[in-house]
């Protein structure tokens, strides 16, 4: 008991528990609505352009985040514009904004002078460094997604599995999907301290994967979503810190490892439902 006591009076400590509810919210709503759309090759674009954005940042000497979230909300602008007007595939297009980002972030770090920066918080996460600023706009963001949804719940659910549907209900579309892009795109970037840029896509479809087993209902999705995400990340940093490995790389393996006993738990009951229909009387 003396042990946990002493690990909750490190400051970094209780920082990592408040981003993990935070990140969890953020991602069990947004993933909900990116898993049911399937649009999770978008969020991946979205996520490693964004690294273009950190390495324009460290040339500058901006803040790295700055960076990454101009250039997450403008790739999420550009995909979502170029697959409605453009003439270019939406495959090709995030392809093309997935590798550009990282060429331009490698680039620009490369000719930052002094010493190379220190890439791999960045690349897969350290949830352990966030800082108070960070989690005070991880707060903020978490309330403004929850009330966005709370308030456009509907029409969002339209456009989540019929856009076309949701145009016939005269439901605001396109200012929904602008909308949602905008914090999809703030969403990825600040749980790139959390996941990392090459992880993060995995927090955003695991825990939903893993709750659409056993629901088909959307707000049960987002809800199971949201305690699946917390407590996989719970376990995560448990396992980090027990086995002295990186916090986001043991938050993921979690989430999976959870995701496939959710899968074989659902196979089971699925056969236990079959054996009692075989023995039930027939009428």
Request: proline share 3%; hydrophobic share 55%; aromatic share 14%.
């Amino acid at each position: 008991m003396d042990f946990f006591k002493g690990i909750f009076e490190y400051t970094f400590i209780n920082h990592a528990l408040i981003a993990s509810l935070f990140s969890s919210v953020i991602c069990g709503i947004l993933g909900s609505y990116i898993v049911s759309k399937r649009m999770v090759f978008i969020s991946g674009g979205i996520t490693h352009a964004s690294f273009g954005g950190i390495g324009m940042a460290f040339y500058l000497g901006l803040p790295p985040f700055v960076g990454a979230a101009v250039f997450a909300v403008l790739s999420a602008f550009g995909i979502e514009w170029i697959s409605k007007k453009g003439n270019v595939r939406n495959d090709s297009s995030i392809g093309i904004l997935w590798s550009l980002g990282m060429a331009i972030g490698i680039i620009f770090i490369y000719i930052t002078p002094g010493f190379t920066p220190n890439l791999m918080s960045y690349l897969f996460g350290s949830i352990l460094t966030v800082s108070t600023g960070e989690l005070v706009f991880m707060g903020i963001l978490a309330l403004v997604i929850a009330l966005f949804f709370i308030l456009f719940y509907h029409p969002i659910l339209f456009v989540s599995f019929d856009e076309n549907f949701a145009k016939a209900q005269k439901a605001p579309v396109r200012l929904i999907n602008y909308s949602l892009m905008l914090l999809i795109a703030l969403g990825i970037v600040i749980n790139i301290r959390v996941a990392g840029i090459i992880l993060v896509m995995s927090m955003l479809t695991l825990p939903q994967n893993t709750a659409n087993l056993f629901s088909n209902n959307f707000k049960q999705i987002i809800l199971y979503s949201i305690l699946i995400s917390f407590a996989g990340t719970m376990a995560g940093l448990a396992g980090s810190f027990w086995l002295g490995i990186p916090s986001g790389a043991s938050i993921i393996f979690t989430l999976t490892l959870i995701f496939f006993m959710g899968k074989v738990l659902k196979i089971l009951i699925e056969r236990l439902k079959r054996k009692q229909k075989q023995f039930l009387p027939v009428k």
